[in-house]
């Protein structure tokens, strides 16, 4: 683990490659349009139901979407050669979706507050502490398993079966949304112990 700030910095300019964050404004240019859509539009179409705890919890969570396939990439860029890489390109993984939910929650806040310059309501901090860090333990959760999902199959299985979590955990929003500030302290319980069953599985594929 010596060379792990090594590794990071290898890994993380990979992922500024595959992301198209490397070269050109193509990447830029669409990393732009998500937060423009989920930070800008979104929140000016909502008004000030976008501080509605269980939309601010939502928000906290998406890294996920981020996380999960950039792992997946990574791992099908090429095999790791020891658990240090495994760690390095999960952990790299969910900084980019936790960067990509900060981003994103800014520049909605700033449309919500600057759109109602006299809006006497602040944000459910403490909530957004909370959903954040389960929106982290669930990424680090979701990059552990497309990193497996990768090694043990392929890389086409892996984006496969997060397209089939994504779509569950869509449903489940839209089914029991109310739920989600309160249930942040269990799922990030039961995320935790979905990446450390991760980790002993890519541990056993990994010399």
Request: hydrophobic share 60%; net charge positive.
């Amino acid at each position: 683990m010596t060379h792990f700030p090594n590794h990071l910095k290898r890994e993380g300019a990979g992922l500024r490659s595959r992301v198209g964050l490397g070269s050109g404004l193509r990447g830029l240019l669409i990393h732009i349009l998500v937060v423009g859509t989920f930070g800008v539009f979104l929140p000016w179409l909502r008004g000030i139901d976008f501080l509605d705890p269980v939309m601010i919890a939502a928000y906290a969570c998406l890294g996920i979407l981020f996380a999960a396939p950039a792992a997946a990439q990574a791992f099908a860029a090429g095999r790791p050669a020891s658990m240090t890489d495994v760690l390095a390109r999960i952990a790299v993984a969910v900084v980019y979706g936790e960067v990509m939910v900060i981003a994103i929650l800014m520049a909605a806040f700033a449309t919500v507050y600057l759109t109602h310059p006299y809006l006497p309501i602040a944000p459910d901090l403490p909530g957004l502490a909370k959903a954040n860090g389960f929106g982290v333990a669930a990424s680090v959760a979701m990059a552990g398993v497309a990193g497996w999902i990768a090694l043990r199959f392929s890389a086409v299985a892996a984006r496969s079966m997060m397209r089939v979590i994504f779509l569950a955990l869509l449903l489940l929003f839209f089914f029991y949304s109310r739920w989600l500030p309160d249930a942040t302290g269990v799922g990030s319980a039961a995320a935790l112990m979905v990446a450390a069953a991760a980790l002993i599985g890519l541990r056993r594929l990994v010399p």
